[in-house]
């Protein structure tokens, strides 16, 4: 986690954070939201990687990864999207019964009383 989120999380979060040496694990930290134990892994220098550094190398790999999989649904998105063929077959019927509509497209829905009510949809 780097220093900038410490100094924007909970006090006493940050306060046992510093405190811990590498490999060092905290007494349980009550805070706003519950009872925490932290163990510090590792400190690391801030400031910028060199491009020699593994977890550079990984976060590049990673980042060049997820774009191209980006890339690659958009594109056939796109091409589904274009190629897709829709019918409404609501509408083919309803002008080939002159503008009634279907016994099938209509709905039923249950009245208060438990008994079904027809609603026609007329246009």
Known sequence: MP???LNQSD???????VGLKAGEVSQP???KD??????????EAPGQ?????????QTIRDTL????????????????????KVTNYLARQVIEAA??????????????QGT?????FIF
Request: a positive charge.
């Open 3 to 5: 220093e900038s989120s």
């Open 49 to 57: 990687r060199g491009i020699g550094d593994p977890q550079v190398q």
């Open 34 to 43: 519950g009872v925490r134990i932290l163990k510090l892994v590792a400190r």
């Open 65 to 84: 990864k997820n774009r191209k999989e980006q890339l690659l649904k958009a594109a056939y998105l796109a091409t589904v999207r274009d190629e897709a």
């Open 99 to 112: 503008g009634r509509l279907p016994e099938a497209a209509k709905t039923s829905f249950p009245s208060k």
């Open 29 to 31: 930290v009550q805070l």
């Open 116 to 120: 079904p009510q027809k609603l026609v």
């Open 11 to 17: 006090p006493t979060l940050k306060r046992v954070v």
